[in-house]
């Protein structure tokens, strides 16, 4: 049983889905506290005149991510989707995406978790990727800081290999780990440079950026820039 864990974020950037598409359970860590720093409401698309951050307006920032409550009173959503129309209307994949991706656009939402987790579900099913979600807040986990808290959803859910992003080595804990007869083992991902609109290749955008462009070829071009099998490493590395 191999486990990753990820906080929601909008429209995640290709790593997310790189670390999904390796695991048996990808838990949703909805409970932790939103910073300042998150892109859990914002990510990046790419325009002509390079990076475009699309930010979700919130009401209160300084809660744990499922209590997490939109700021409607200006309309964002079209917003952002029109931004989102604009710079990828006459990409290759737009005509097979963009209608379900507008449907999520056109919606009403008040819950930032809950709209995130609409984008991601979609984002997954497009890249048939068929990875379990299980969600932090619906666990009956022990709780805990830092790798602690990692550590005991892992051992909750039975799992023998946790794969943790590279940002968590600086608070990862691998005694905690190994206590608990969990390996621990780092994604290595190397993001690809694929074709893109308007001009030189800007990297760690939204993973629409992709999908828009490259279509079902998308989680092909993920597989085939990962540097090792997480499988075959956590086994016998």
Known sequence: MIVAVHQPNYIPWIGFFDKMDQVDQFVILDMVQHSKMSVTHRNSIKSPSGSLLLSVPLKNKGMPIHELQIRNDEDWLAKHWKSITYNYSRSKHWEMYAP????????TW????????????????ILHIETAIVYESELKAESGLGSTRIVNICSHLGAMIYLSGN??????????FRERSIKLVYQQFNHPVYAQQWGAFI??????DMIFNHGPQSIEIIRAARKLDIRSEALYG
């Open 100 to 107: 379900f991706f507008q449907q999520i656009y056109e919606s």
């Open 167 to 176: 940002g968590a080595r600086s608070y990862n804990n691998e005694l905690e």
């Open 110 to 125: 008040t819950s930032l978790s809950d709209l995130n987790m609409s984008l991601i579900l979609l984002i997954r099913d």
């Open 203 to 208: 990297s760690h955008l939204s993973i629409i």
